[in-house]
């Protein structure tokens, strides 16, 4: 089970950091990745880092913005988001795959979203 956390309304240029817990002993033999959804768009990748944490992707839109992390022990990772902009409102979620990938139907398991919202 994916928890998502730590959205919420921001104003351009702010920041907010989203965390997302997983259940049980496996976090750290999952890739994690954050995806989302704007209204009316389809689901976009958005971050991904591997299972050790030794390398991340990012989508070209959130590039030198965005960063994610994990902490293997918390079972949890979490999306550091900066100099925020209205096009990212969207719904974010967090998911799980065996291993990272921009596609976001291959991703396994997902949570059920937080929402941010940037104002101009």
């Known amino acids: 089970q994916l928890v998502e956390s730590g959205g919420g309304l921001v104003q351009a240029g702010g920041s907010l950091r989203l965390s997302c817990a997983a259940s049980?002993?496996?976090?750290?033999?999952?890739?994690m990745g954050w995806v989302r959804q704007a209204p009316g768009k389809e689901r976009e990748f958005v971050a991904a880092?591997?299972?050790?944490?030794?390398?991340?992707y990012y989508a070209t839109s959130v590039k030198g913005r965005f960063t994610i992390s994990r902490d293997n022990t918390k079972n949890t990772v979490y999306l550091q988001m900066n100099t925020l902009k209205p096009e990212d409102t969207a719904v974010y979620y967090c998911?799980?795959?065996?291993?990272?990938?921009?596609?976001?139907?291959?991703?396994?398991?997902w949570g059920q979203g937080t929402q941010v919202t940037v104002s101009s």
């Open positions: 049980g002993r496996a976090f750290s033999s999952y890739a």
């Open positions: 998911a799980a795959g065996p291993y990272t990938t921009y596609d976001v139907p291959l991703w396994d398991y």
């Open positions: 880092i591997r299972r050790s944490a030794d390398y991340t």
